[in-house]
C-alpha cells in the first residue's frame, strides 16, 4: 500500500527556486503539508489543472492510508427506483433531490407533486465544459434535463428545481428515453418503438417509421434537428436505433449492426434549420417550434439509405467501439461462439492476436466486457470470480498486426472444496461425488460490480459471500495501472444477489442503491472518515 512521506517540515519559498512538477527528480509522493504550503505560495498558479490534479493525488493518499475507513453514515428507503448523478441522489422519480456532498447527504429541492401524465420519464444531469467558454454566465450552472410524459423537456436547475426552460417535442410520438450522443455536449431524445402488425402494413406509409429521434445541443440547448427511422429506408427488420459519438448505430433482427455517420445525415437530409422559439409554419401548422400545439417538425427526413460506414454481424447485437486504436468487441452470430468475445481491428476488421476471449465460465450469469472508461484504451473482462485487464498493443513481428496482451487480474478468493466431494461409508468404502461446483457458487466469494474513479484512479470491486442468512458483501480497492489491492471495505448491509443493485464510487463517497424484497428501494451512503491513531 502506498504512503506518504514523513517529510514534515515546512519548505521555504527558496526551496522552490528550481523545483518543477515534471523534473525527473521530483519525489514521487509528498505529504498533504507539502501540497498545502505549495499552494500557498502560489506554486501552482500558472497551471489551473495542476492544483486540481494535486488535490487529488492528496485526497487519494489519505483514502488509501490505513487510519482511513469508510463509514455508513446514511440511508433512506423509497417506493420507487433512486438514481445517482454527479454527487446527487434523486428520489420518487426525480422529484426529490439529495446532496451527496456534505457528511450527511442533505435535501437540494422537492418538485412539485405532478399527475400521471407529467411525471418524469428519463432524466441526465447537464454540466459546464471545461474546454470552451458559455456564451451566458448562467449556462456555467449544472441543471437537470428531464422528459415527462407529456413530451416536454424541461430544464431544472440542479441545485435548486427552478425551471428554467421547457421544450414541447411532438403531438404525434411518445418520447421516453434520454441519453448522450456526446457526453456533455449533445443530446438524444428516442421515442418509444412503433410496432408494426400486419395490419398496420396494410394501412399506409404513416406506420412505416420505428422511431424518432430529436437532437439537441446543450449548454446553451440549441436544437440540431429531429428525424424518423424509417422501415422504407433501413430494412423492414430494423429493431432498435442508438445515436453515440456522432454514429447512428441501426441493429436489424437478423444480428446485422450497421454505421452511419450523423454528420453526413443531417448535411444530406436536412430540409431547414430550425430554432427553438421561433414562428414556423409546417404542414398546414402554424406555431412556434418547441411549443405546443406545433412541437419540433421533422426538419430531417431520410429518403434513401446514408453511405454506410460499416457492418457487422453478431449475436444479440452485442458490439462495442473503443481502444487505441480503434477496435470493436463482438460476439458473432453463431451457436459455437456463444461465450466468447471477438476483438478485431475496426480498420480492416483483422482479429487480432489472442483476441478471442473466453472466461470458460460455468455459470448462471454471464461474464462481461466492456472498454475502460478511462482514456487508455484498456478492456476490463469481468467475470464471477475473475477480472481481467486487458491492453491492444502491435506484435512485435508486425507492426500492422495488432494483440491482446492481459496486463494484470484479479481473483476472488475461493476455497478448495475438493475434499468435501469425498465420503468415508461406515464400511471404510469411499465415495467420490460427481459435482461440478458453479463459478458463480454463491457460498464462495463472487464479483458482483466494478467501478472506475477517474478522478483518484482507482477500480472499485464489489465481491459477495453468501452465508445462511445473509449476502457479506466488501469493496476491494485496486490500483488501476497494477491490479494491486490497496484497502478492503467491507459493507454493513446485507448484499441479496437476487434482487437489482447499483455502485457507485465518487471520491470520498460510496453509494449503494439496493432492490429490497418488498419491492422497495434503499439507498446507502458511506463517507470516508478518518481516525486517530493510538500513540500510546
Known amino acids: 500500500m502506498a504512503s506518504c512521506s514523513t517529510q514534515n517540515e515546512v519548505p521555504t519559498q527558496n526551496s522552490y527556486k528550481h523545483y518543477s512538477p515534471r523534473t525527473a527528480t521530483t519525489p514521487k509522493w509528498r505529504n498533504a503539508h507539502f501540497y498545502l504550503s505549495s499552494r500557498s ?15 487529488m493525488r492528496m485526497l487519494r493518499h489519505i483514502l488509501l492510508q490505513d487510519t482511513t475507513n469508510f463509514t455508513n453514515v446514511w ?11 454527479h454527487g446527487k441522489i434523486y428520489f420518487e422519480n426525480y422529484r426529490s433531490c439529495y446532496s451527496s456532498i456534505p457528511p450527511k447527504p442533505q435535501c437540494l429541492y422537492e ?8 411525471k418524469i420519464e428519463d432524466a441526465l444531469i447537464c454540466q459546464c465544459p471545461l474546454d470552451r467558454t458559455l456564451p451566458s454566465p448562467s449556462d456555467r450552472n449544472p441543471c437537470l434535463l428531464a422528459l415527462n410524459a407529456s413530451n416536454w423537456l424541461y430544464c431544472y436547475s440542479a441545485m435548486t428545481g427552478e425551471q428554467l426552460e421547457k421544450v414541447y417535442l411532438s ?49 446553451p440547448l440549441e436544437l440540431l434537428g429531429m428525424l424518423e427511422i424509417s422501415r422504407r429506408v433501413f430494412g423492414n427488420n430494423v429493431v432498435d436505433v442508438m445515436l453515440s459519438q456522432g454514429i447512428l448505430a441501426i441493429s436489424h433482427s437478423t444480428g446485422m449492426v450497421k454505421l452511419y455517420s450523423f454528420e ?30 406545433l412541437g419540433i417538425p421533422f ?43 471477438h476483438i478485431c481491428s475496426l480498420k480492416d476488421g483483422q482479429l487480432a492476436k489472442n483476441g478471442i476471449q473466453d472466461m470458460n465460465c460455468c455459470s448462471l450469469e454471464s461474464d462481461w466486457i466492456y472498454f475502460h472508461p478511462g482514456d487508455s484504451g484498456r478492456i476490463i473482462h469481468v467475470g464471477p470470480s475473475k477480472v481481467n485487464v486487458l491492453k491492444i498493443a502491435e506484435t512485435q513481428e508486425n507492426l500492422l498486426q495488432f494483440e491482446v496482451i492481459q496486463e494484470y487480474s484479479i481473483e476472488a478468493h ?27 457458487d454463491p457460498e464462495q466469494e463472487t464479483f ?50 437476487t434482487y437489482g443493485h447499483q455502485f457507485f464510487f465518487d471520491c470520498d463517497t460510496i453509494i449503494h442503491i439496493e432492490q429490497e424484497k418488498n419491492h422497495k428501494f434503499c439507498c446507502h451512503v458511506y463517507k470516508m472518515t478518518r481516525c486517530q491513531e493510538d500513540n500510546e
Open 111 to 118: 418538485l412539485p407533486n405532478c399527475s400521471k401524465s407529467q
Open 299 to 341: 426538419n430531417i427526413q431520410i429518403t434513401d439509405s446514408p453511405t454506410l460506414m460499416f457492418e457487422v454481424s453478431c449475436l444479440e447485437s452485442g458490439f462495442q467501439i473503443g481502444g487505441h486504436p480503434w477496435h470493436y468487441i463482438y460476439t458473432p452470430r453463431s451457436k459455437k461462439h456463444k461465450g466468447t468475445y
Open 171 to 219: 403531438p404525434r410520438y411518445k418520447f421516453r428515453y434520454l441519453c448522450w450522443d456526446v457526453p456533455q455536449e449533445t443530446l438524444c431524445i428516442k421515442s418509444v418503438q412503433n410496432k408494426q402488425t400486419s395490419i398496420a402494413r396494410q394501412t399506409g406509409p404513416g406506420q412505416d417509421t420505428l422511431m424518432c429521434l430529436a437532437v439537441f445541443r446543450v449548454l
Open 448 to 497: 458482483q460490480c466494478v467501478e472506475y474513479e477517474d478522478e483518484l484512479d482507482l477500480l472499485a470491486v464489489v465481491s459477495v459471500t453468501q452465508t445462511e442468512s445473509e449476502g457479506k458483501a466488501h469493496v476491494g480497492i485496486y490500483d488501476n495501472w497494477s491490479g494491486v489491492l490497496m484497502k478492503s471495505v467491507p459493507l454493513v448491509e446485507s448484499w441479496d444477489v
Open 264 to 293: 453526413n445525415i443531417v448535411e444530406k437530409f436536412m430540409i431547414k434549420k430550425l430554432t427553438l422559439g421561433e414562428k414556423c409554419e409546417w404542414n398546414g401548422i402554424q406555431g412556434s417550434v418547441g411549443e405546443s400545439p
Open 75 to 85: 440511508r433512506k428507503h423509497s417506493k420507487g427506483p433512486i438514481d445517482y448523478e
Open 414 to 440: 475461493r476455497e478448495n472444496k475438493a475434499d468435501s466431494l469425498v465420503t468415508v461409508t461406515a464400511s471404510g468404502r469411499t465415495v467420490r461425488r460427481r459435482l461440478h461446483q458453479l463459478d458463480d
Open 41 to 55: 505560495i502560489g506554486l501552482f498558479s500558472r497551471d489551473a489543472g495542476t492544483l486540481y490534479r494535486k488535490n
